[in-house]
């Protein structure tokens, strides 16, 4: 069950009220009253220790007088019942087995008043003893007070309890409505802006502000709201340039790393190099490379390569192939990872051979020019551990004999020719008309199965029939 503010104004108000006035109505007077017996008490045993002195004195110097003289010191008291002077006597029980006390009231005052020498304080009468010894007797003073005054005294104590009761009880009341009037409505208010700005509302503000604390505190929220909406504005605008930064970053890193060895990164501040059983590699470099940068300028000759690698890219972004890495003139991409697939081979020999077609294309348009580039290519395919290293300037790269054979064939071919190994060949057999090219010896790897890939299967069909064709027509 929900209780509203005003609701638990009342009854924290009330519950106050209750507790404060059951103070004074109950546990005041009875505070009250236990004091004032508990000081009457102890004024009857001083009357009564008094008295048994003077008794004792008087009984001690055999002076009979003294003892009327010690009794009547509380005589005259208008509080008291009877003063009774007890005799204690030791005697022997019925059967003369133990001694026992014997108490006789030996006189009293008044003497009209039957005392017990055993008698005990009870609602009318506070009854004090006070023993003493001497040569001539043993015995106490017996001392009852009449308990009038105190009851008096009590009546009086819850009269004035129960009258300022009701007045706190009234009081307490109207402060509740003041504080439910007062408080609560100011603080719903704030309550109720508070919840729409933590739905999103930013534009809520606390009007009705009282002059005291609640007012200081709707003038905090006031600025609090201000501050929010400025910060949100601020946060809104960074977030925009943040996404757009990570943007560029993610773009950048994927410009530099594969998708998943870049997510790996992120995710965990390493990558771990991973292992690919069938990859086909190519190496792709020009031709006298030396002489061509010693007629062009450097900015001449880097826009140039920029061209090449940049149609490199476009050619082989269309087969699902990896760029590995750029050496001076020499362009490294890779098929089958980061994702293994089956047409790797297959990929990256079309891919050669639209390096190839774009080059020719190239020096075609520059006909008239003496600079002119011509591209080696070699292919190889086999395994291969793909990763990254280091802790700056990452980079993606691949390792293994296959890539040095790759390396091996492009050195060992042509120029405008694509060499391939045995390897690669039984790959793509099927797809591309090749010339085998023989045991060639390859640097440090002896002698290698080469082939040179001429075009596809397809394209080779029609390009026989063609010119089978023109040579009928010409006979």
Sequence with gaps: MRISLKAKIWVTVLVIVMMFAFFILYYFPAQQERHLLTNYNKEVQNLANTVAL??????????????????????????????????????????????QLQKTVFKTFPENVQV??????????????????????????????TTREIIQNKKQIRTTSLLVSVMVFIIGILIGFWLARNISVPVLALRDAANKVGEGDLTQRVTKIPRDEIGELGLAFNKMVDDLSKAQKQVSERSRELLIEKKKTDELL?????????????ATGIAKAKNYQSVTVLFADFKGFTTLSEKLDPEQLVAELNYFFSAFDTIIQKYNIEKIKTIGDAYMCAGGLPTANNSHAEDIVK????????????????????????????????????????????????????VNIASRMETCSEPGKINISGATYELIKQQFHCTYRGKINAKNKGEIDMYFVNNTIEEYVTYSSEESFSKKSAI
Excluded: C
């Design 54 to 99: 003077g008794v004792k004195i008087a009984l001690t110097e055999q002076n009979f007088e003294g003892v009327q003289t010690a009794v009547d010191y509380v005589k005259d008291d208008p509080h008291l019942s009877f003063v009774s002077l007890i005799q204690i006597d030791t005697t022997w029980n019925a059967t003369h087995t133990v001694f």
């Design 116 to 145: 017990s020498p055993n008698a005990q304080s009870n609602d009318s009468v506070v009854v004090k003893n006070a023993p003493f010894e001497s040569p001539v007797m043993n015995g106490q003073i017996m001392l009852g007070f």
């Design 351 to 402: 891919a050669a051979i639209e390096m190839r077609e774009f080059i020719n294309d190239h020096n075609q348009d520059r006909v008239r020019s003496d600079i002119s580039f011509e591209i080696r290519i070699g292919v190889n395919t086999g395994p291969v551990v793909a990763g990254i290293v280091g802790l700056r300037k990452f980079a993606y790269d691949i390792w293994g004999d296959t």
């Design 254 to 266: 994927l410009n530099i790393l594969p998708a998943d060895t870049a997510e790996e990164l992120k």
